[in-house]
């Protein structure tokens, strides 16, 4: 089992850049594929971005493709989302999660029940 905590999530005007991270506990940090979602007012939880246990892989998002950037630090036990060209519509409270499952191949998990455990978030909002 694993515990997630997410911070780094404020008030940026449109434009700017956040990083925000994610730290795990317990030892077993690189035996997770990790992912980020992210859920606005009134929408569904959707997904922003995913990393593979060694951080050789990455999937993001189309939404978001070209700004975010997705990398983890295994020996800190954490995964970042580095969001720059930040728009009003990229507020949302964000997600990690993590993913014990192995797919064949180099697949990253973009489903919700995919991943197994979940932090609380953190709220990222952008004004215009």
């Known amino acids: 089992q694993v515990q997630l905590v997410e911070s780094g999530g404020g008030l940026v005007q449109a434009g700017g850049s956040l990083r925000l991270s994610c730290a795990a506990s317990?030892?077993?940090?690189?035996?997770?594929?990790m992912g980020w979602f992210r859920q606005a007012p009134g929408k569904e939880r959707e997904f922003v971005a995913a990393?593979?246990?060694?951080?050789?892989?990455?999937y993001i998002a189309d939404s978001v493709k070209g700004r975010f950037t997705i990398s983890r630090d295994n020996a800190k036990n954490t995964v970042y989302l580095q969001m720059n060209s930040l728009k009003p519509e990229d507020t949302a409270v964000y997600y990690c999660?993590?993913?014990?499952?192995?797919?064949?191949?180099?697949?990253?998990?973009?489903?919700?029940?995919?991943?197994?455990?979940w932090g609380q978030g953190t709220q990222v909002t952008v004004s215009s």
């Open positions: 990393i593979s246990r060694s951080g050789g892989s990455t």
């Open positions: 317990g030892r077993t940090f690189s035996s997770y594929a």
């Open positions: 999660a993590a993913d014990h499952t192995y797919y064949s191949g180099s697949y990253l998990a973009r489903r919700i029940d995919d991943y197994d455990y």
